[in-house]
C-alpha cells in the first residue's frame, strides 16, 4: 500500500472510529487505533470495554462493521490489549 493509500485508509478508520465513540462512551468505554497494517485494523478498547465479557460481539458487531462501511477494503479488525 502506498503511502498516500495508507493515509486515506487510516483516515477514514478514524472517522469511523468517531462514528462508534460515542456508543463505547455510553458504557464506559472508549477505543484507540493502533495500527492499519494491509486489510487489517488493530485497536484496543479502553475502560469498561477492555474488561466487558461481551468485547468480542462489541468488536465484530459495532466497530468492525462501521469501519467495513467506510473503507470496505478492511477485513478484519483485531483488539490488542
Not at 477492555?50 to 483488539?79: D, R
Amino acid at each position: 500500500m502506498s503511502e498516500t493509500k495508507h493515509i486515506e485508509t487510516v483516515t477514514k478508520v478514524m472517522e469511523a472510529l468517531e462514528e462508534i465513540r460515542p456508543f463505547l462512551n455510553k458504557d464506559g468505554g472508549d477505543i484507540e487505533l493502533v495500527d492499519v497494517k494491509g486489510t487489517t485494523v488493530i485497536v484496543r478498547l479502553l475502560g469498561n470495554c477492555s474488561a466487558c465479557h461481551i468485547n468480542t460481539s462489541t468488536l465484530k458487531l459495532g466497530v468492525e462493521n462501521t469501519i467495513k462501511q467506510h473503507v470496505p477494503e478492511i477485513e478484519e479488525v483485531i483488539n490488542i490489549e
